[in-house]
């Protein structure tokens, strides 16, 4: 019987754990908290899910950005450390640059491997332009990448706690004396 009560008690503490994780996602008033999906691209520049405006106002409005994006046979996700909005439109993510690791299959086993003498960076776009920079730490010299891409990004958002649903503020103005000239041209 107590061993009936022990094993029950360890059931409602887990159940009582999950349901403060699950509640830990949303704030009392029915806003998101945390970090969330708020867009994701296809390699064209489509909404797969989301909605980008939500995104640029979190961008103007200072809140941490993450990036994740899928290829050969691996997901990556990187907190983004440089943001550009373009005309208040397309969103642009530079990611720290990384020591480069690479999957290792041997057999039955997986390993995650350093590349022993890279670095990497990327930035991504809404729009789905990609493009990559690999250097060589040892030589100082680029060794890869610089090439456009267009792919996949999935846009994340850590909302604060006491975030308040607002539209930011656009930071750009149209002072360029080749706006004009570009906007003609690309519409």
């Keep these: 019987m107590i061993a009936e009560l022990k094993i029950l008690n360890k059931k409602i ?23 969330q999906m708020v867009f994701h691209n296809d ?15 979190a961008v103007r409005l200072g ?4 990036i994740g994006w899928g290829g050969n046979s691996v997901e990556h996700i990187a907190n983004v450390e440089f943001l550009t909005i373009f005309q ?5 993510a530079q990611i720290n640059t990384i020591i480069g690791q690479a999957p290792q299959i041997d057999g039955d086993s997986l390993k995650m491997r350093f590349r022993t003498q890279n670095h990497w ?10 493009t990559g920079l ?8 680029i060794v890869g990448g610089g ?3 267009y792919s996949s990004t999935a846009w994340y958002v850590l909302y604060p706690n006491n ?23 690309n519409e």
């Design 134 to 141: 690999m250097t060589d730490y040892f030589k100082d010299t």
């Design 43 to 57: 390699a064209n520049g489509q909404a797969i899910y989301g909605d980008k405006s939500k995104l640029v106002d």
């Design 13 to 35: 503490l887990v159940f009582g754990v999950i349901l403060i994780l699950i509640s830990s996602c949303q704030s009392s008033d029915g806003r998101e908290v945390g970090w």
């Design 121 to 130: 960076t990327k930035i991504a776009g809404t729009n789905g332009y990609s």
């Design 88 to 92: 208040g439109e397309e969103v642009f």
């Design 163 to 185: 975030h308040v649903e607002q539209k930011a503020r656009p930071l750009w103005r149209k002072e360029s004396p080749n706006w004009e000239k570009w906007r003609k041209k």
């Design 147 to 149: 090439t456009d891409r």
């Design 63 to 66: 809140y941490p950005v993450r």
